[in-house]
């Protein structure tokens, strides 16, 4: 069936020919209905027409409702944001438009300023305060938290907040931020959410509908460019899906049936026998030794798929470049491998721009460049850097200077930039649509372990593909990797949604500011009002109906246990006392193992040269640092789960930094060996001359053998009655006790899955106003808050953001930071904010200012060691997304040196760190600094110094890497 155009496409005269006079009176009144309204006048702005999609949330937003729309990356969800701004310009009220990064905050900034010019648009984002009291604000979602909390005249007159990313709610440690959002705004302000395609957007929207009232929830998986799914083995480019399922999946169509997961029915075959026939050469032979490369790409005689290889980056890219793909993103999960994989490229000579189009970079770039000294360009590698521009090709991620990365996103923009090598960080919102997509592997490092990409992550990565208005369709690209299953990378490309999950919990500041201005018990309401109660309000319903099932089954288990001699359940009680009995002896042999190992481990000292009785690092060992816990306000060691973890340097002239599973067994310093001064860890000379003296002093001693001793089951009473009581026991002598043992253990099982169930029931009922019973009960007991008062010492705590929020306000309050000049403050306040990248720990204890900055940074570390033992006993911890994290030094003394007014060149080579981390921690420690600032008591130095310190660090290339 052919439906008919909309009435407001036809022109005059087919009005006249088609419709009769009443039907023309109808349609022209209908068409000045809508030229009235503001969407109408919006709908100008743009030259290409607004989707179904766009046009419903428009819309709805026009008629007063809030709206929470969910569409896939590159659909132009942000139009629906830009018509809230449209209207509070027209309805002479404020809009907010929030950002979860700072990049992107500069970005909309940008784009806001050319359609409505730079006297009705702002920014704030902690670094730059641009027109602040704008009717058009743009800022990063802290930024507008903060603002609620104090009390902020800006808020005045605000009538739209749009929440860009809405989904970022879900992440671990900033989440939290826009839920205090969305239920602290004014019932007045009309709320706009963007959000990726989440499988639950129904429910996100029915809270939202529930704490700020008449929400429309506006769902599109439609892709306006649809997206194909490769794989690149070899020299061939295979299609991932067969091609009637491609072409469902490429545009965002779901399938009849419903299904929406890939299965390997929908795999294209050849992609299959491909994959059979790599892991047939691996693990089941063939008569080919698998360094042999002949026959790569090609068909074997007997008919089978050739031999497939991982393309190299530059093979990639030329690729691309010869079948129309470009402009490419590839996604590497390693700063290290963006910046290698651009110097492929420039060693393969591989050239993507031509003549005009280098000069058209050169220009550009100089013009962008030219505010930054000439020794600083040096250091920060620029003539490397706008070489490989020149040949349209650059590397993008978080350890750039923001200045660089922000002319790599125009360059792209513009087509003068044709591949791009980039983080994940990437995919966060950057608008840097290109024509394809390249994954290199589909593991990444998530912080903690590699794991695989998510669904999730696919989709926000692979969804930059396919530019609107510009190409017919993208492409995602996977590289052919050892052992990638086809069908696994289908379910991964075919699963387009994910559920959002709040990571929403109390902070310090947050209990302060909620009680100052609601009192406690109203803060309780409020915060039961979150998404993260929300959610698990819900989930309660399927465990109730999970705990009925688990009780009909234990009717039937306790049936099937029932013995003629006797009560079986006893005699089952009998044998599982004994088993946990035995066990129990086990951990606490264990445990005193463990203790005497920690114990020898305390005793250790600088220059004890030890031998590490296992791990991969066993052998002969140098203690570096002992690594023992830090020691409370009162004297006590703190009690860590890791115990001491030592570093030391091994014979093999590594440094390394090892954990109590390296020493299930007590060890003993076995010779001495002196440490000079000068030795430098990163140093692979001082490593080599200290391990050499290693080897030469202690190498010929051989480590004693540690000798068994009796279990302690074997004299213990307890185990012997439990026996006796067995022997004894009617039921021993039944013919059927195994099968009876048998049903009994189900029973146990099921029993105990049972009571977990019912305690998972209660725990999540008030589990978040719990939490914060617990914060209140620790801020009450160090003087925060008494009752529903907020002390002097708690309004200190309330203009205090952050992880280590508490940890500022006592360091102010002890006066930890009086008498320090401003670099010494500096390098303070940096263990606030920095946090290392993993592994950057082993090269042993950070290197610190001398004098007065390294004992209050020592005060530093014994005051959080005294607020970690108050949150164990309140049962608080950073586990749970709450609690104060150890404060990090890895950035004290570089801060002080910058702050000190040394060179960038200087700083950056001790500092061993790319210019872009530098600049970033420097700018959130110029942040903690104002907050410092803000806080500090009068009559003190600290005010003064903080204020001094911000101007010491604002200097060379932070002062210059800000908005364009």
Not at 359 to 380: F, G, K, M, W, Y
């Amino acid at each position: 069936m052919t439906s008919a155009a909309p009435d407001d496409q036809l022109s005059p005269s087919e009005l006249n020919d088609e419709l009769s006079p009443a039907e023309r009176y109808a349609a022209s009144r209908r068409r000045a209905k809508e030229q009235a309204t503001a969407l109408f006048a919006f709908r100008q702005l743009y030259d290409f027409p607004l989707d179904d999609f766009q046009v419903e949330a428009c819309e709805a937003l026009e008629a007063g409702s809030g709206v929470l729309v969910a569409a896939p990356t590159g659909s132009g969800k942000t139009i629906v944001g830009e018509f809230a701004v449209h209207l509070a310009l027209a309805e002479g009220r404020k809009c907010f438009y929030t950002t979860p990064i700072k990049a992107l905050s500069n970005q909309k900034y940008a784009d806001l300023v050319k359609r409505y010019g730079a006297a009705k648009v702002g920014l704030l984002t902690g670094d730059n305060t641009i027109n602040s009291e704008a009717p058009v604000v743009v800022m990063t979602t802290e930024v507008l938290r903060n603002m609620l909390y104090a009390g902020s005249q800006t808020l005045n007159g605000l009538g739209y907040v749009v929440m860009d990313e809405v989904h970022y709610l879900a992440d671990r440690f900033r989440g939290a931020v826009w839920e205090e959002v969305i239920i602290h705004l004014p019932e007045s302000v009309t709320l706009v959410s963007l959000s990726a395609t989440v499988s639950n957007a129904e429910e996100f929207g029915d809270w939202l509908d529930t704490v700020r009232g008449g929400t429309k929830v506006i769902v599109s998986e439609h892709r306006p460019v649809p997206l194909w799914q490769h794989v690149l083995a070899g020299n061939r480019m295979y299609d991932l899906f067969t091609t009637r399922v491609a072409e469902e999946r490429a545009s965002g169509r779901k399938r009849e049936g419903g299904g929406t997961k890939g299965g390997e029915a929908d795999v294209n075959p050849e992609l299959v026998r491909l994959a059979r026939a790599e892991q047939d050469r691996r693990y089941g032979g063939g008569g080919r030794d698998r360094f042999d490369k002949r026959g790569r790409g090609r068909s074997m005689p007997n008919g089978r798929p050739g031999r497939a290889w991982t393309p190299g980056r530059a093979e990639v890219i030329d690729r691309l470049d010869s079948e129309g793909l470009l402009p490419a993103i590839t996604f590497i999960f390693s700063r290290a491998g963006c910046e290698g994989a651009v110097q492929q490229c420039l060693n393969s000579g591989l050239r993507l721009n031509n003549d005009a189009e280098r000069a058209e970079v050169r220009s550009l770039v100089e013009t962008r460049t030219e505010s930054i000294p000439n020794e600083d360009l040096h250091v920060l590698g620029y003539y490397e850097w706008i070489d490989a521009l020149e040949r349209g090709v650059a590397a993008h991620h978080a350890g750039m200077l923001p200045t660089f990365k922000e002319i790599v996103e125009e360059l792209f923009l513009r087509g003068l930039v044709k591949a791009v090598f980039a983080t994940e960080t990437l995919a966060l919102g950057i608008n840097m649509p290109a024509r394809s997509v390249v994954m290199e592997k589909l593991v990444k490092w998530n912080g903690e372990t590699h794991a695989d990409v998510t669904p999730g992550e696919y989709t926000q990565l692979t969804g930059r593909a396919g530019r609107r208005g510009i190409d017919v369709e993208g492409h995602a690209v996977v590289l052919w990797q050892p052992n990638l299953d086809p069908a696994a990378l289908a379910g991964l490309a075919g699963t387009r949604t994910y559920p959002l999950k709040s990571s929403f919990k109390p902070s310090y500041n947050m209990a302060v500011n909620l009680v100052s201005q609601f009192g406690r018990h109203k803060s309780r309401e409020l915060l039961e009002t979150s998404f993260a109660q929300f959610q698990a309000d819900r989930s309660v319903v399927g465990i109730a109906r999970q705990v009925q099932r688990n009780e009909e089954g234990l009717e039937g288990y306790r049936e099937a246990i029932t013995c003629h001699l006797g009560d079986f359940q006893e005699y089952a009680d009998l044998r599982r006392a004994l088993k946990d009995r035995e066990n129990q002896l086990a951990r606490e042999g264990a445990n005193q193992r463990r203790a005497n190992a920690a114990d020898s481990l305390e005793k250790l000292r600088p220059g004890d040269v030890i031998h590490v009785p296992t791990g991969r690092f066993a052998g002969l060992a140098l203690v570096l640092d002992p690594g023992i816990p830090p020691v409370s306000r009162h004297g006590h060691r703190q009690e860590h789960s890791e115990g001491p973890r030592p570093v030391v340097l091994t014979a093999e002239r590594q440094v390394k930094r090892l954990a109590m599973i390296d020493f299930p067994v007590p060890v003993e310093a076995i010779e001495r060996v002196r440490i000079p001064r000068s030795f430098n860890p990163r140093s692979p000379q001082s490593r080599r001359d200290l391990a050499s003296a290693l080897r030469t002093k202690a190498g010929h001693i051989e480590p004693e053998r540690v000798r068994k001793g009796r279990a302690a089951a074997a004299d213990d009473p307890e185990i012997a009655r439990l026996r006796a009581a067995l022997r004894q026991h009617p039921c021993h002598g039944c013919d059927e006790r195994e099968d009876h043992a048998r049903w009994a253990e189900r029973y146990e099982r099921l029993h105990r899955d049972t009571q977990q169930l019912e305690r998972r029931m209660q725990s999540r009922t008030h589990t978040i106003a719990r939490t914060f019973d617990r914060v209140c009960a620790l801020l009450t007991d160090l003087g925060y808050l008494r009752g529903d008062q907020v002390t002097e010492d708690g309004r200190r705590l309330a203009r205090l953001y952050g992880e280590l929020d508490l940890l500022a306000s006592e360091c102010l309050r002890e006066e930890v930071w009086e008498g320090l000049t401003p670099a010494e403050l500096a390098a303070c306040a940096s263990a606030l904010v920095y946090e290392s990248r993993r592994g950057d720990d082993e090269s042993g204890a950070p290197k610190l200012p001398d004098g007065k900055a390294r004992e209050a940074l020592g005060e530093m570390v014994r005051l959080w060691g005294h607020l970690d033992a108050l949150e164990e006993q309140h049962k608080l911890s950073t586990e749970d997304n709450v609690g104060q994290r150890e404060p990090d030094l890895g950035f004290a003394w570089t801060a002080y040196r910058w702050a000190s007014g040394h060179p960038l060149d200087a700083v950056l080579r001790e500092a061993d760190m790319p210019a872009g981390d530098f600049v970033r921690w420097t700018r959130q420690l110029i942040d903690v600094l104002g907050q410092i600032a803000n806080a500090a008591p009068e009559g003190g130095t600290v005010r003064a110094t903080a204020r001094k310190g911000v101007d010491g660090l604002r200097r060379g290339i932070i002062a210059y890497s800000s908005v364009s």
